[in-house]
């Protein structure tokens, strides 16, 4: 299995997005990983989506543009055809 870690920005024009990818892999996923590896064969990848419509709006916070918890399942669902398309040929 892939296991793909998305970065969406959908106004890169107007938001600058930036996200240490290897950072967060290595302090939040590795120790996932290393617990699954006796049982599935996982593979890190990621992928950035720009102008793609989130369908909802984030609000600003101190400099940062911020998604609830409760707002993630309006996204998820939109993006899910997108999410790991064009990264991979494994499930993901």
Do not use: M
């Not at 990983?33 to 990848?45: E, G, I």
């Not at 939109?78 to 499930?91: A, D, M, N, Y």
């Amino acid at each position: 299995f892939d296991v793909v870690l998305t970065t969406v920005n959908p106004e890169p024009d107007i938001v600058s997005v930036s996200f240490d990818a290897e950072s967060s892999i290595e302090n939040v996923i590795d120790p996932l990983l290393l617990q699954l590896r006796p049982v599935a064969d996982l593979k890190v990848k990621s992928q950035w989506l720009y102008f793609v419509d989130i369908g909802v709006e984030p609000k600003k916070e101190q400099e940062r543009y911020i998604v609830t918890p409760d707002k993630i399942p309006h996204i998820i669902s939109p993006l899910e055809k997108k999410l790991g398309s064009g990264v991979s040929k494994c499930p993901c």
